[in-house]
């Protein structure tokens, strides 16, 4: 009876992710490529990424976040973390006063099958504050005790009656965290 129980468990268990470790990346944009510049100004500390260098940006009415500090009058707001390119924003005023507390926080992700997500800084489905290629959103990933390899879940925003609440929901590895 219990091998039969195990079978039925084994039967309705996703299939195991790709073995490995996840690549966490303390992100600096020191070599950013540069796509586009454009001159702006930063209001506030970002909301994407926990940092003291870490600040929320506007260009004409487009607000970039994260951008991050490359030196006293410009800054990086990198558009896709795998290639390292984005946008370098020559500052107009002197960045405000950025005092944040905790631990830097995620702000973008890449998952197994060639998925990027980067950290929603609007409106998000509580728990799942990612927006992915794929028109997945992801919650935040973590890891099982004593390993390296972080897990996320991920499915289909779907608007309904009581809010927005996520469909077919799937588990992926993480192959890397920019943080």
């Known amino acids: 009876m219990q091998a039969l129980l195990l079978g039925a468990l084994l039967l309705v268990s996703p299939p195991p992710p790709v073995a490995g470790h996840t690549r966490v990346i303390d992100y600096h944009p020191t070599h950013m490529k540069v796509a586009s510049t454009a001159s702006g100004s930063c209001w506030t500390g970002s909301i994407a ?16 976040d994260p951008c991050f500090v490359r030196d006293a009058k410009s800054v990086a707001c990198p558009d896709i973390p795998t290639a390292d390119s984005g946008l370098i924003i020559k500052l107009t005023k ?21 998925v990027g997500c980067r950290v929603g800084t609007g409106t998000v489905i509580d728990g799942f504050p990612y927006y992915c290629t794929g028109s997945l959103v992801c919650a935040e990933a973590s890891a099982p005790p004593q390993s390296s390899q972080f897990f996320t879940e991920c499915g289909t925003g779907q608007a309904g009656p009581s809010g927005a609440h996520v469909v077919s929901k799937k588990r992926y590895a993480v192959i890397t965290i920019w943080r």
């Open 49 to 64: 990424a926990n940092r003291p260098d870490a600040y929320r940006c506007m260009t004409g009415n487009e607000i970039s």
């Open 94 to 114: 002197p960045l405000p006063d950025n005092r944040v507390s905790g631990a830097a926080t995620p702000w973008a992700m890449s998952l197994a099958g060639h």
